[in-house]
């Protein structure tokens, strides 16, 4: 199984970024697909996903509400997240990870695989 995520990059306050994740060697559709972030200096934390079969379920972390968005291809395997109105505080490495079903888990452990991450660096 691999996770590729690309998309990052230097932006500025206020624009907008879009990430995607392709995935290969899973069954797609029947995984919850999520993003993570890592801050320099801080733990990885929880960012946004959609939930597994078909469900259309999402689910974002507080600071990004409203501003991020999620959404998938189940035939090009592929993930998106749409972040816009960007700021510094977004900046990090972020993780596309995948994991079996239905939910979208905050907790990493939940996960089953993960992608090598992309850089988003936020400058004002």
């Known amino acids: 199984v691999q996770l590729q995520a690309s998309g990052g990059g230097l932006v500025q306050t206020g624009d907008s970024l879009t990430l995607s994740c392709v995935a290969s060697?899973?069954?797609?559709?029947?995984?919850?697909m999520t993003w993570f972030r890592q801050a320099p200096g801080k733990e990885r934390e929880f960012v946004g996903g959609v939930g597994g079969w078909n469900t259309g379920t999402t689910l974002f972390t507080e600071s990004v509400e409203g501003r991020f968005a999620i959404s998938r291809d189940n035939v090009k395997n592929t993930v998106l997240l749409q972040m816009n109105n960007l700021k510094r505080e977004d900046t990090g490495v972020y993780y596309c990870?995948?994991?079996?079903?239905?939910?979208?888990?905050?907790?990493?452990?939940?996960?089953?695989?993960w992608g090598q991450g992309t850089l988003v660096t936020v400058s004002s």
């Open positions: 990870a995948a994991s079996r079903g239905a939910k979208v888990y905050k907790l990493q452990r939940n996960y089953d695989y």
């Open positions: 060697g899973l069954t797609f559709d029947t995984y919850a």
